[in-house]
Structures are given as C-alpha cells and as structure tokens.
C-alpha cells in the first residue's frame, strides 16, 4: 500500500502547507516503508501538477483535472477521494479550511474514523494529537485499514520544493454531484502572515502595559 496526500492549491499556486503535509507523510514512510503520492485535483491546474513533481520524495502526481472540481466542493471531491483511497493505507490533508473541509466527508462514507490534527507521527499507526484546545497532547491508535488523517502544519517541517522527479499521471475527476454550487470567496486580504501558518506567534495583555 501507498500513502496519499492531498495538495491544497488554488488551480494556480501550491499552498506552503502541502509540503508541511509531504513531510508528515514522510515520516508515515519511514515507519511503514511505504512510497508517497500526491494528489492535485482542480480545473486548469497542470502547472500546479508540474511544481508538485518536483518535490523531494513523491513517487506519483496524480491529476484530477475536470470543471466539476474548480472549487473543490466537498460533494464533488469526496467521491473520488473515496474511489481512491481503496489503494492507499493513509490518506493525508492540511488541517486547514480545506481539509477541514472535505476529510470528514471521506472519513464518514468509509465508515472509518478520522485523525486530526495530528502533531506528531509516533509509528505508522499511532499518532500525537492536541486536545483540550492544546493544554493536553494525546496518542491516538487507529486499526482502520484506511486512515484519514489531518496534519497540523506549523508542527512539521516544509519538505524540500525541488529534488524530486516524480510521474504525472492523469486520472478521472468524476462528474458535479449537483449537490452544491461555488458562488464566490470574499478573501480578507492583509499585510500580516496568516496565523495558522505563523511559525511564533506572539501576543500580549495586560502584563505588557499600555505602551
């Protein structure tokens, strides 16, 4: 079996907290020697595919290129993340607004449940996570053939961008579940990092005085 990890992008660019994931993934590897591959699923996103080959320690890119998956809606992902994942033993996302998004999905219509937000990789089928809103890390095992797993990304180092030389293949992106429809994305834009990709982050109160 292979590991899976599903590339966050916007058809154009791909997001830091893929290789954050990759490195997750990783070390997935070193415990269950199992191979890597990424998955870039969109519309128009062969440039993305192209970037995403190039990163250290994928075997595969896989393209699901197709109009239905332009906005990567849940409904229309999960379908193909399910087909999918029957080849894989672990299957890995950001634990971000988008993978937030769509794994609990995939994990319910496996029947398995999900890991997230997982910290720390301990062997191939335990895992650390936050609880608690972090003032507690738990281990948690799994003995689901599959694993659905979200990754915290500031937790683990960006994998090398460039080094790698992996195969694309282009596979089938299904079709619009007509479940839902994209009808835009009001971004708030800013000068400062965002805060769940800050490596410090720093804040204050009142024991810091009134400048």
Known sequence: MSI????????????PATLNTVTAAQQIAQHSGDS?????????CTGVAETAAKI??????LVADNTALAAQLPENVAPLLVELAKNYSHVLAPAT??????????????DVSQISDISAVESAD??????????????????DSIKIITVRTTKFD????????AAIETIDG??????????????????RPELTTARIVVSGGRGMGSG
Not at 97 to 110: D, E, H, Q, S, Y
């Open 158 to 165: 960006a994998a090398a961008a460039e080094g790698g030389s």
């Open 126 to 143: 335990t895992f650390e996570r936050p609880i608690y809103a972090g003032n507690a890390l738990a281990l948690v095992q799994s003995s």
């Open 174 to 191: 299904g079709a619009d579940a007509g479940l839902s429809s994209f009808q835009g994305v009001d971004a708030v834009k800013s000068e």
């Open 97 to 110: 607004t988008f993978g937030k998004n769509i794994m609990p999905r995939v994990a319910a219509l496996l």
């Open 36 to 44: 890597i591959d990424l998955l870039i699923m969109g519309e128009n």
């Open 4 to 15: 899976l990890v599903i590339a966050e992008h916007d058809n154009a660019e791909l997001k």
């Open 56 to 61: 250290a320690g994928i075997g595969k890119v």
